[in-house]
């Protein structure tokens, strides 16, 4: 069966330091990868999404990036953080082809101080 | 863009009563619906799911109908459980490769006993 794993599972960094969350995915290949932010009492915005490897398209501009070294490896970065960026990234896989149903990682918590 | 309004954001229902939450949308072309649920610190879990070529869809106790005339679908849970307290949240999108779920902004379901 297909897994997917987020770290770290929490993360207190200060404004203006670096970002990198790690997605990884077993059990599948090939899939398409998604980085969504959840923040507190709202839903759900789609920040990356990649159909492969290097494929990367984002949704939203802002001081974050993502890249996909591997076929089942999305990474989430930034080089300097800011305040609002503090939230929940949640991590999601679809199997691609005819199936699009997304199933989401544990996800991080990030606290920028 | 697809928007997706969720309705209402808080519900609270005695245990063995049914509950109801229900979205609409706003392009006519998305065709896949599916719903998640999401417990306190939890990555969202996918429920179920339909696509516009379908009406309704049950699982045990849960079913999902849809009206694509009037672009609403509607999550039905029966003889509800404390453990179904969580907040849902539906989405929609164009069921493609890559494409994102636009997400309503979650109920907040609280089943007391």
Do not use: M
């Amino acid at each position: 069966s297909q897994t997917i794993h987020q770290w770290p599972a929490t993360l207190v960094q200060p404004v203006g330091s670096p970002l990198s969350l790690e997605c990884t995915v077993e059990g599948t290949s090939n899939p398409n990868l998604y980085w969504y932010r959840q923040a507190a009492g709202r839903g759900l915005q789609l920040l990356f999404y990649s159909v492969g490897i290097g494929q990367i398209s984002s949704e939203v501009p802002q001081n974050l990036s993502a890249s996909r070294p591997q076929d089942r490896q999305f990474i989430l970065s930034s080089k300097k953080l800011l305040l609002s960026d503090s939230g929940f990234y949640l991590c999601a896989w679809s199997p691609g082809g005819s199936e699009y149903e997304q199933y989401f990682g544990p996800g991080t918590r990030l606290t920028v101080t | 863009g697809e928007n997706v309004e969720q309705h209402p954001s808080t519900l609270s229902v005695q245990e063995g009563d049914s509950a109801v939450i229900k979205c609409t949308y706003s392009d006519s072309a998305s065709n896949y619906f599916p719903w998640y649920k999401q417990e306190l610190g939890k990555g969202p879990q996918l429920i179920i799911d339909i696509r516009s070529n379908v009406g309704e869809k049950k699982d045990q106790r849960i079913a999902v109908t849809l009206n694509k005339t009037a672009k609403h679908f509607s999550l039905h849970i029966t003889e509800t459980q404390p453990e179904d307290s969580a907040v849902y949240f539906c989405a929609g999108s164009l069921n493609q490769a890559g494409t994102a779920l636009i997400f309503g902004k979650g109920t907040t379901l609280s089943v007391s006993s």
